[in-house]
């Protein structure tokens, strides 16, 4: 039975170490198939574009550089034959497809072989749980540090938790994915493997409850600033300025408008007749 140190949620060390399922960590590991599973997948990467030019695709050459007899030299068709300098080149990489097939049963042989090797060596650790309630790079970065990792880490979630994958995105030397997904090459690749408890024992954690929701404080109200104050002093005293105009004009034209009114009206009203007297 092979066991591994086991941590809390927190990151702190438990007293008794983790026994990893013996159907499945057995110590056995498989070398040439190791070896396999990795050629395979690095040939996957590669996209298979690396291509030369051949003398048909150099330009220039058209014609002989010299006579076929009578130079004494050897005799030449073009400029552009692979022997000459800018020619053509011969059995250069050409555009194909790398992709290698591996047996589905030969792949998982080759996960079980490293992690295997990974759980022999002491470098495969088991975490209660990732108790992540929101992405946090801080917190993943703590927790590996309280774990007293370094290097390049692996951590394995046991339902492909999005907090914890997005709180390690940003890490350069951690990767994290499900533990289901992690394939020989990445087990391979990392110094230390963190693998969360569910993952091993099939039992999900569950949901972490909601936090008590804090009372929001009231928004403290912005203080306006001098230039501000003043802008707005200045545009009430023009307000009140014009109004005192305004209002000064309306009175002077009210007092103008009865006095012209009289005048016309008396100016317009006809002088009263002499009645005729009887004689």
Do not use: C
Request: net charge positive; hydrophobic share 35%.
């Amino acid at each position: 039975m092979i066991e591994a140190p086991h941590y809390t949620s927190a990151g702190s060390k438990r007293n008794s170490a983790f026994a990893l399922p013996a159907e499945y960590y057995d110590g056995t590991v498989n070398e040439p198939v190791l070896h396999q599973a990795v050629r395979v997948f690095l040939n996957n990467q590669r996209q298979g574009t690396a291509a030369t030019r051949t003398r048909s695709f150099v330009s220039g050459g058209n014609q002989k550089p010299w006579k076929q007899k009578g130079t004494g030299r050897a005799r030449q068709g073009s400029t552009r034959a692979p022997h000459w300098r800018g020619g053509g080149t011969v059995f250069g990489p050409q555009p194909r497809d790398y992709r290698t097939e591996i047996p589905r049963k030969v792949k998982q042989l080759a996960r079980r072989s490293a992690l295997n090797a990974r759980a022999r060596e002491g470098a495969l650790h088991v975490i209660e749980r990732f108790a992540f309630r929101r992405p946090k790079t801080a917190q993943l970065a703590g927790l590996l540090d309280s774990l007293g990792l370094d290097g390049k880490v692996l951590v394995l979630t046991a339902n492909g938790d999005q907090n914890v994958y997005l709180s390690g995105r940003n890490l350069p030397t951690v990767e994290v994915m499900p533990y289901a997904q992690a394939s020989a090459y990445d087990v391979l690749w990392s110094d230390a493997v963190v693998v969360e408890e569910g993952a091993l024992t099939g039992v999900m954690p569950e949901p972490l409850p909601d936090e008590p929701e804090a009372e929001e404080a009231p928004a403290p109200r912005k203080r306006a600033s001098a230039a501000k104050t003043k802008a707005k002093a200045a545009k009430t005293a023009k307000a009140t300025k014009a109004a005192k105009k305004s209002a000064t004009k309306a009175a002077k034209k009210a007092a103008k408008k009865p006095a012209k009114k009289s005048a016309t009206k008396a100016a317009k009203k006809p002088a009263p007749k002499k009645k005729k007297g009887k004689k």
